[in-house]
């Protein structure tokens, strides 16, 4: 079993910045991709970035391009989220989700595992 830890959430002025992380532990942790979702409040959650764990692969949606950072440090089985120039927009919680399963588009990858999420709150 794999259990996902965020951490990093916070209340933050638009143009502000935060930085999440999500650790992993449990089962020898090598999965296939590791992304970030989000959901806002009567929303549905929607996928934000990931990352292949091993070799290249990175994949933004268009509204965060340019603003939001996915990283991964395989030593310490933890991937983070770099998130600049915050909008009100971008309010919502947050999750860190694992996949095993393999494939060529990062955002429809069947990610099997979640995390609790941790809050993000922008200020207008």
């Known amino acids: 079993q794999v259990q996902l830890v965020e951490s990093g959430g916070g209340l933050v002025q638009a143009g502000g910045s935060l930085r999440l992380s999500c650790a992993a532990s449990g089962r020898t942790f090598s999965p296939y991709a590791m992304g970030w979702f989000r959901q806002a409040p009567g929303k549905e959650r929607e996928f934000v970035a990931a990352v292949r764990w091993r070799g290249g692969g990175i994949y933004y949606i268009d509204s965060v391009k340019g603003r939001f950072t996915i990283s991964r440090d395989n030593a310490k089985n933890t991937v983070h989220l770099q998130m600049n120039s915050l909008k009100p927009e971008d309010t919502a919680i947050y999750y860190c989700?694992?996949?095993?399963?393999?494939?060529?588009?990062?955002?429809?990858?069947?990610?099997?595992?979640w995390g609790q999420g941790t809050q993000v709150t922008v200020s207008s």
């Open positions: 989700a694992a996949t095993y399963k393999s494939g060529y588009d990062l955002q429809s990858l069947q990610y099997a595992y």
